[in-house]
């Protein structure tokens, strides 16, 4: 059976991180599922670049389980998954069961407000690198770190 992904867009995230990573999940036979996080509708990411997710959140979590939760970058969209409670609620349980959750870019702020993974190595733009460290984290300069089942990608 193909594994099942869940990448999570909302309004601000760097459209390259979301438009690729769903284009080579997908050319890799993973059942992708782009959700949008504040809906169904057209999304504004971080360079103007307007993306239609195939769903909204919450009708994406009917589909459940995920092989991962994958958050795409760009630091108004990390910042909106970061404030999200669902998005909490999903990366914790992910986490809690070994999953793979993962996060480009920025993305990976989102884990400091929802406690994912804190003290683990990760990486991130460096612009946020103090963002990580003052968070919990042993930060990394590596531009690909996985930890158990936390992937942070820059």
């Known amino acids: 059976m193909a594994k099942r992904a869940l990448i999570i867009l909302a309004e601000g995230a760097e459209e390259m991180e979301t438009v ?10 993973v059942n ?36 991962a939760v994958i958050l795409p970058g760009g630091l108004k969209g990390a910042e909106a998954l970061a ?8 990366l914790r349980d992910h986490f809690a069961q070994g999953k793979l959750v993962a996060a480009v870019c920025a993305g990976p ?19 946020v690198k103090d963002k990580m460290v003052a968070g919990g984290y042993e930060y990394s300069e590596y531009r690909v770190v996985t930890v158990l089942a936390l992937l942070a990608l820059f």
């Open 32 to 67: 992708v599922t782009l959700a949008g996080l504040a809906g169904k509708d057209t999304v504004l990411c971080s360079r103007n670049v307007k993306v239609v997710p195939d769903t909204d959140l919450s009708s994406a979590l009917k589909e459940a389980p995920f092989d």
């Open 83 to 90: 404030n999200a409670e669902i998005v909490g609620q999903i």
């Open 109 to 127: 702020t989102a884990f400091i407000g929802h406690g994912i993974g804190k003290g683990k190595r990760v990486t991130s733009h460096p612009s």
């Open 20 to 29: 690729i990573t769903v284009d080579v999940l997908r050319r890799g036979n």
